[in-house]
Structure formats: structure tokens, C-alpha cells
């Protein structure tokens, strides 16, 4: 291998990245605002696990509404689900935000928490999904948002713990494990 090359290897390889662990950001100083346009205060959640999921309404994931809706009715006291609208998969999420919440209500009846419409990915990625998808932050594992309806799960200490593909459904042991 030329030197150059190997220069590059070595910089870029895994073992290269050094976390600081003790000065990670922290989720709970992410900016993110509810589908109405306020602020959500995401230190309210401490203590509780936090699911967040890139939701839309035109897929063909989105009857997981139902499932994510059973589960927060089931383990509310120690989970909250955040679904994120989301419209970079297939320009699945068109709505506005009151087409969104209405959809959600009047079809799953979602009672947990949906935020604004963000990126979850590429160049106008919104700061939630930059903690959720880069080790660098979250200090465990990097990812990337595969299609609508993937889910991160954090722990009540504010620790990201895993992410679940699309076809994970919200009643999976993967996830439910946590909460017994």
C-alpha cells in the first residue's frame, strides 16, 4: 500500500476515533418543537425511556401507529414515544402539521408525543437525528436512517441503547425487553 494511502487508512479507520465520554452532548439539551410549534423541554422525559420514531403516514410501515400507540398505553409510566414526522422516504409525509395530527388521532388515535416535521438525514439533518445517528455524539454507535419508522430507543439516564429497523415491530422483545 503508497504511504498516502496508508496515512488515510489509519486516520480513518474505527480504532482511530477517540470519544471523550464525559463530554458528550446531552439529549436532553436537543431543540425540538411539537407539531403546535412549541418547544418541548425533552429533560421532562428523564427517568423514562424515550422511543423515538421517523413516522409518515403514506407508508406502508404506518400501521405501526397502532402498535407504537399500545405500547406507550401499556408502559407510559417508564416509556415515552416521540414520532418524528419525516417526508425524505419516498415523499411519504406531504402533510402539514394539522393534516399530521389529524391523521394520527383520527386513524391510530396517538396520544403519545409528535414533533414538527424534520431531516433525519443528509446536509439539513436536525440536531435530534445527529445524536440518534452519530457515535460521536451518542458515544455507543453510529447508524443511518434506512426508511420511515426506524426507532431509537434511549435509557432513563439519557444513554442511547440500540436502533431497530422498520420491520422491528413496537411490540418486539428486541424493545419490550427494557421495560419489564
Not at 418547544?39 to 422511543?51: E, G, S, W
Not at 426507532?151 to 439519557?158: C, R, T
Request: charged share 20%; with cysteine.
Amino acid at each position: 500500500m503508497n504511504p498516502l494511502k496508508a496515512f488515510a487508512a489509519t486516520l480513518f479507520s474505527k480504532n482511530s476515533v477517540t470519544i471523550d465520554y464525559n463530554n458528550l452532548p446531552s439529549i436532553y439539551d436537543i431543540k425540538i418543537n411539537n407539531l403546535q410549534g412549541k418547544a418541548i423541554d425533552l429533560n421532562q422525559f428523564k427517568n423514562k425511556y424515550i422511543l423515538f420514531v421517523n413516522v409518515a403516514s403514506k407508508c406502508g410501515f404506518t400501521p405501526q401507529y397502532k402498535d407504537l400507540q399500545n405500547l406507550y398505553d401499556l408502559h407510559k409510566d417508564k416509556l415515552q414515544i416521540i414520532g418524528v414526522p419525516c417526508n425524505q422516504f419516498g415523499s411519504q409525509e406531504p402533510g402539514t402539521a394539522d393534516t399530521i395530527e389529524s391523521f394520527c388521532q383520527v386513524n391510530y388515535g396517538v396520544s403519545f408525543l409528535i414533533t414538527e416535521k424534520i431531516a433525519v438525514k443528509g446536509r439539513q439533518q436536525h440536531p435530534l437525528y445527529s445524536w440518534l445517528t452519530k457515535k460521536e455524539k451518542n458515544g455507543k454507535k453510529s447508524s443511518t436512517v434506512k426508511w420511515n419508522f426506524q426507532k431509537y430507543l434511549v435509557s432513563p439516564e439519557g444513554q442511547w441503547l440500540d436502533y431497530y429497523y422498520s420491520t422491528t415491530k413496537p411490540n418486539s422483545s428486541k424493545i419490550t425487553k427494557y421495560l419489564k
